[in-house]
């Protein structure tokens, strides 16, 4: 059966208790898995004020792994902090993992790479992605070059570590492309319209979960063949109801780019993840709801699924 989606009450999945983070009677269990999934961001390109853009923490033994950076990135790490998530302090945001390089998945960037670096991080920030993104830092630290200028002079410098703001660059290709003590980070091509190579999930083993992202995609079997069984899928979504109700262009990019609720239900079928978080829900702006979501998933798929949201914990 699904899962209960209101954001107060504690959901319990396979013995391991959800937090729900959001403002007014958070609950406080202590989570009793050394991994855990922090969703600070489970929106689209919609500047949702509920939703901001996507952005997961996976984080294995105190160690974050952030898996894109859309708007609203650091705050919502910071927010997560103060709720009792220590490890997503701002100055611990030392690696992150990139999906694709759209707008709604990377407009963070600057946010990421310069505000950890002012409050106090020690380390460059290493950055995993697809081919473009080199170019895309290169852009961003010249974009803010006057910043670093004043940062590292006479008055501000010694405020500062000195480099914390560098990144350093890893452009990807499938296979394992991240291990340490904590986790081995696979990355696996996904099929995103005209992003083609350039866009991937990923696959986080830790010591005690295996968890799959997916990007966004239309329905693809490498997610299918990286979860297999997995304990969390995190897949993105967009209702029939709204597709139903968009303009042939919407349509076409829909189909070439996304998965509908009935596709995903098909392929979680088939992936038999311990549980489904659906993020990056799309509702076709306000032609649908998170209420149509849940009943067509329900429709869809028998296993156990939730509608994820900002701060929610697993």
Known sequence: MPMPTSHTIPVVVAAVATITLAAGGAATQVVASRTQVVLLGTGNPSPSPERSGPSTAIIANGQPYLVDFGPGVVRRAAAAQQKGIGALNPVNLTHAFVTHLHSDHTVGYPDLIFTPWVVGRKAPLEVYGPRGMKSMTDHVLAAWADDIKIRNGPVEGPLFSTGAYRVNVHEVSPGVVYKDSNVTVTAFTVKHGEWGPRAFGYRFQTSDRTIVISGDTSPTESVVEQCNGCDILIHEV??????????????????????????????????????????????????????????????????????????DVF
Not at 249 to 271: C, I, V
């Open 238 to 311: 967009y209702t029939e109801a709204g597709y139903a109700r968009a303009s042939p262009e919407w349509q076409r990019m829909r189909r070439e780019d996304h998965t509908s609720s009935r596709q995903l239900g098909e392929l979680a079928t088939r992936a038999r993840p311990g549980l489904l978080i659906l993020y990056h829900q799309s509702y076709q702006f306000t032609e649908s709801t998170e209420e149509d979501l849940m009943r067509e998933m329900r429709a869809a798929y028998r296993g156990r699924f939730v509608s994820g949201h900002d701060l």
